[in-house]
């Protein structure tokens, strides 16, 4: 069962209710930044949840939890309704043809309109059973407990309609929920075993990795035996970090389970070269033209791999025609010297998610003057680097009219040319703006001042009704008639807009 919905709308918070822990108080700032899988037995009852973050940058988590479950519990907020994630985990779940039993929550609260809820979920195609509907609807609290029970007792109901069947006998078959590197554990992988049973000593083939199971626990940290179908399991073994999303196959010959993750990584490495772009005359021009965008350089280190992918997207994508985010390096694990170096003679910024940075990494940091920033918070991370490209943006430049004066007569001079006697005809002109020369309504030139004067006395504005002489710099056919207008550049910050990045 894959618990899904708009961010802060009290998912984990159900979840600890349902499995009587706190995991919300350990997320930051209270909200999902890893997908976890947690199995809960009450009764009868046995039922795996996978919890996704609700955050919108883990937009494939959350594709990823529709397509490893059998049912998607959305849960809304009872005063709150349905937001842009509701809909989308919706859209996610029907694209994985997966049934959707909805858990109004927070019904605990003064605000809460149930009714309401459901006349909007209607609205989205989910229309409630005592309605006449095929959605079930269950009104829950993740605080006081109430409405939980009859959740679990549903979720088991589904399952035998569902006809949902295992063959707990033949060599396991599972997913990768997550994948992270750990010191002490090596490579430490997050998987749901979906069919079959998974043991210590199996040998097994993932993406491209492969190994011999060498730890077996469950995702409360327990050393298990065994782990039969519907059971998320951390497993340890594997040279390799694989793909979240990835299947895991149980072999009988480890032999075998090498030779597949290799001819894998052949093919993968193989893409990759495909990949890369042909020097061209037309790419080569290209590259020329992309050089002129600034770009922010970013060495991306995460504690797990799904982080690594969602962070690593969202960082890429945050582009326009001017400014762009390149990650230069993106690893799991802690922040290391190499780290450091690469950052130094890239000119990049390192940042740390979930992650810390060695001693000897923190030292050479400080002598290269290498910035290390962490983060525990997704959004914080896209915030602060969108900040970031709006410092670069060039800012706009718009041109406003301060004053005019109109030419009333010419005075020629030997040594300065032509001095133009005018009045001033509205606002200010003032002597170091610049100036636009207007005859007939068309502007015959733009330029600044060489000098502006009140009689003898150089000035340096004229306001309307007063009289001056002015000379154009660098230029002499004025006539009289002709209106001197005086223009200020306005100069404004602008921000990142999203609706003006670059589309892959």
Not at 26 to 42: F, L
Not at 289 to 304: P, R
Not at 336 to 346: F, G, M, N, P, Q
Request: with cysteine.
């Amino acid at each position: 069962v894959t618990l899904m919905g708009h961010v802060d709308h009290g998912k984990t918070t159900l979840l600890d209710k349902i499995r009587e822990s706190s995991i919300t108080k350990s997320e930051s700032g209270g909200i999902t930044q890893h997908m976890s899988a947690y199995r809960v037995d009450k009764g009868d009852a046995h039922v795996v949840f996978v919890d996704t973050p609700g955050h919108r940058a883990f937009t494939s988590m959350r594709a990823r939890g529709a397509n490893v479950t059998d049912v998607v519990v959305l849960v809304v907020a009872a005063d709150d309704g349905p937001m842009p994630q509701t809909e989308e985990a919706i859209e996610h779940a029907r694209a994985a043809n997966v049934p959707i039993v909805v858990a109004i929550n927070k019904i605990d609260r003064a605000g809460a309109n149930p009714d309401k809820v459901k006349a909007r979920l209607a609205e989205l195609d989910l229309a409630p059973v005592e309605w006449g509907g095929t959605t079930e609807m269950l009104e829950v609290s993740g605080i006081t407990g109430e409405g939980i029970d009859e959740l679990l007792e549903h979720l088991s109901l589904e399952s035998e309609i569902l006809e949902l069947k295992a063959n707990p006998k033949k060599n396991a078959i599972g997913t990768v929920l997550d994948a992270r590197a750990s010191t002490g554990q090596g490579n430490v992988i997050t998987a749901l075993i979906q069919d079959g049973t998974l043991r210590p000593g199996d040998a097994v083939v993932c993406g491209p990795a492969y190994g011999k199971i060498r730890t077996l626990r469950s995702t409360s940290g327990e050393n298990v035996t065994s782990a039969p179908p519907s059971t998320p399991v951390e497993i340890t073994g594997l040279n390799d970090l694989p793909e979240a999303g990835d299947r895991l196959y149980a072999l009988d010959d480890a032999a075998k389970a090498k030779q597949i993750a290799e001819e894998r990584q052949q093919a993968k490495a193989k893409s990759d070269r495909a990949e890369r772009q042909k020097v061209t005359l037309e790419g080569l021009f290209e590259t020329i033209d992309q050089a002129k965008v600034k770009e922010i350089n970013i060495v991306l280190k995460t504690d797990v791999k799904g982080t690594l992918d969602v962070l690593k997207t969202e960082l890429s994508n945050m582009k326009t025609e001017e400014v762009a985010v390149r990650v230069i390096r993106a690893g799991v694990g802690e922040i290391s010297e190499s780290d450091i170096l690469l950052a130094d003679a890239s000119s990049a910024i390192v940042i740390g998610f979930h992650v810390t940075a060695s001693d000897r990494a923190r030292n050479e940091a400080e002598i290269k003057g290498v910035e290390i920033r962490t983060y525990l918070v997704i959004y914080e991370v896209l915030d602060e680097t969108r900040r970031a490209l709006e410092g670069m943006l060039a800012p706009s430049v718009a041109e406003e009219v301060q004053g005019s004066i109109e030419i009333l007569k010419l005075f020629r001079s030997s040594k300065l040319g032509n001095i133009a006697g005018c009045i001033g005809r509205t606002g200010v002109l003032t002597r170091n703006d610049k100036i636009r020369l207007v005859r007939d309504g068309v502007v015959v030139h733009e330029g600044k001042l060489d000098s502006l004067k009140r009689v003898k006395d150089d000035v340096k504005e004229v306001r309307e009704g007063f009289e001056c002489g002015v000379v154009i710099q660098g230029y002499n056919d004025v006539k009289p008639g002709d209106i001197i207008e005086s223009i200020k550049i306005i100069e404004t910050s602008r921000k990142f807009d999203v609706s003006e990045s670059l589309s892959e």
